[in-house]
Every structure is written in structure tokens, then in C-alpha cells.
């Protein structure tokens, strides 16, 4: 027997409710990539860290500040850098793939309510819940990343400031022992600060000729590859220094990865070897944060740590 009336309305508006759904869903989602996934262990990574470092594996109280170092942070990172990179990044051609987002101007007040929305919750909890000395590190490390893109410090835009800048990658490290109630080891906050500082000019030797045709003096724009090798090599070097205080097996896995991605760069010192390099950058703190992560769940488990 044919279908009814009735029974053909109900299928199309079973099929209408998910497809509005989706519709609705769409520009939500597209926060994920903005976001950067691949990239939160620069974040999350350091908080997991930043907890093990107080020798504990674990904290409920650390849970809303990891929950923040995903998504709603980087997004608030890498979605504040989109909006005011929109000219570069539609010259760029490693953008709109894996290597990073390409927006249009249409989804500019999107991103910034996202921003808001993701971010603000968060804050708003860390300044009732924990100590007033991680949040106002907290608020450093907001302030350092807005202002890395935007007006009118837009450090990205300053050579040497640009890369310094991401030394704000480490605290993390400051502000979670902070919140546990634990003092933070400040020697292996150094030494993620000169990695940070040095992973940062390394990644820009790929954008090289974009950056320099948009105008854009960044530090691997002003030292060329062979200055920004020197200037790694240095901050790297200060780094594997300061693991070494804290963890010989660490500092082995960060001079053994920063010179082999140096030697890489060294032989063909341009853009294009840089970015066939860029894989392998992003795979360095995955590599190094195993080693972390295994030495302290032994450390801890065996009672030597702290």
C-alpha cells in the first residue's frame, strides 16, 4: 500500500530537523580548525606537565584549567591571529590546509564571540576559585597572545619581539602549580620559555617571502634562515641547558630533536625546506613531552619525586 499523506510529511520533516541541525552546527564546528588541534599540546601539554611538576599525577582542581588550555584557549590564540592575518593568510598557500586556517571576512564577529563565549566562563571561575597569583598570571598569558596579533603592540609584527613573545607558551608551568598551591620549578619554566622562543623563529622561516611581501618584519624576515638557525641554535642550546637541571633524559630528547631540525635546515637553509621541516616541529613536543610524562609517572610511582 502507497505511503499516506501523514506518513510522507513526517519523513520530510525527519529529514528537515538534522539538516537544520547541521545548518546551525556548521559555523560551530569550523571553531575546531581555527582552533588548531593539532597544536594544543603546546598548551594542555604544559598544564599536564605544570600538574606532575607539583608531584602529583592528578588534581580535580586542575580539571577547569586543562578543559581551558584546549579548545577555548587556542582558539582564543589562533582565532584572534586569523581575524588580523586575513590579507597574509590569503597569500599564504599553507594556510587553509593543516598548517593553519583561512577565514573570511563574514566569520570575523563569529570568531570573536566564540572567543568571548569559550573563554569568559573560564575566567570568570579561576578568579572565584583559585589563588589570586595564577590568575593574574593567567591574565599575562591572555594578554601576551591577544597582543601577539592585535593592535597596537601585534608583536608578530616586531622582529626578536615576536619570538620572545612565545615565551609565554611556558607559563603554564607558573600559573597550574599556582593554582594547586604549589610553588612553581622555576628551571624548567626557563627552559620551556628559551624553547618556546626558538621554536617560534624556526616555524617562521617557512613564511619567510609571505611575510616580507606583506610587509611583515618578523624575526626570520630581518635574520634570513642562516640568522634565524644562529638565533635557534642559541635558545635551543639555552633550553636543553636548563632541562638538564631538572632532567638529563629530557635534555638528551630536546638537543638530539632541535639539531636534527637544525642540521635539516642548515643543508637547504630556505622557506621551502623549512616547511618540508614543519612536521617534524610540530612532532617535537609530542616526542619530548613522552619523555616528561614517562620519567615523572616513574618518579612519582617510585616516591623520588618531588
Known amino acids: 500500500m502507497p505511503p499516506s499523506r501523514t506518513d510522507g510529511t513526517a519523513t520530510r520533516r525527519r529529514s528537515v530537523v538534522p539538516s537544520r541541525v547541521r545548518t546551525v552546527a556548521r559555523p560551530y564546528i569550523r571553531m575546531l580548525p581555527i ?3 593539532a597544536l594544543w599540546i603546546n598548551t594542555i ?5 605544570g600538574v606532575w611538576l607539583t608531584g602529583e599525577l592528578w588534581s580535580w582542581t586542575a580539571l577547569p584549567v586543562l578543559l581551558w588550555l584546549t579548545l577555548p584557549f587556542n582558539l582564543l590564540i589562533y582565532g584572534v591571529n586569523d581575524v588580523f592575518d586575513q590579507e597574509t593568510d590569503a597569500a599564504n598557500p599553507r594556510k587553509g590546509t593543516a598548517g593553519g586556517a583561512r577565514i573570511a571576512s563574514h566569520e570575523v564577529r563569529r570568531i570573536w564571540t566564540a572567543v568571548a563565549v569559550t573563554n569568559a566562563p573560564f575566567l570568570a571561575w579561576f578568579a572565584v576559585a ?3 597569583t595564577a590568575v593574574l598570571w593567567m591574565l599575562v598569558y591572555c594578554v601576551v597572545f591577544v597582543f601577539y596579533s592585535a593592535p597596537p603592540l601585534r608583536f608578530k609584527a616586531r622582529p626578536y619581539l615576536d619570538s620572545l613573545s612565545n615565551a609565554a607558551y611556558a607559563l ?4 597550574v602549580p599556582l593554582s594547586l598551591g604549589a610553588q612553581p620549578v622555576w628551571p624548567a619554566v626557563v627552559a620551556l620559555m628559551a624553547w618556546s622562543v626558538a ?4 616555524d617562521a622561516v617557512q613564511d619567510i617571502d609571505e611575510d616580507r611581501r606583506a610587509g611583515i618584519a618578523t624575526t626570520a624576515v630581518r635574520l634570513g634562515p642562516r640568522g634565524t638557525l644562529v638565533w635557534c641554535a642559541l635558545w635551543w642550546t639555552v633550553a636543553t641547558a636548563g632541562f638538564a637541571t631538572v632532567s638529563i633524559p629530557v635534555a638528551v630528547a630536546n638537543a638530539l630533536i632541535a639539531g636534527a631540525l637544525l642540521v635539516g635546515l642548515y643543508r637547504r637553509p630556505d622557506p621551502v625546506a623549512a616547511r618540508r621541516l614543519y612536521p617534524f616541529s610540530v612532532a617535537f613536543p609530542y616526542v619530548a613531552g613522552s619523555v616528561v610524562g614517562v620519567q615523572l609517572t616513574v618518579a612519582i610511582f617510585l616516591g623520588v619525586y618531588p
Open 199 to 202: 621554536k617560534h623563529a624556526f
Open 45 to 49: 601539554g604544559s598544564g599536564v606537565v
Open 172 to 175: 603554564p608551568l607558573v600559573f
Open 130 to 132: 583559585l589563588p589570586a
Open 35 to 37: 582552533s588548531r588541534p
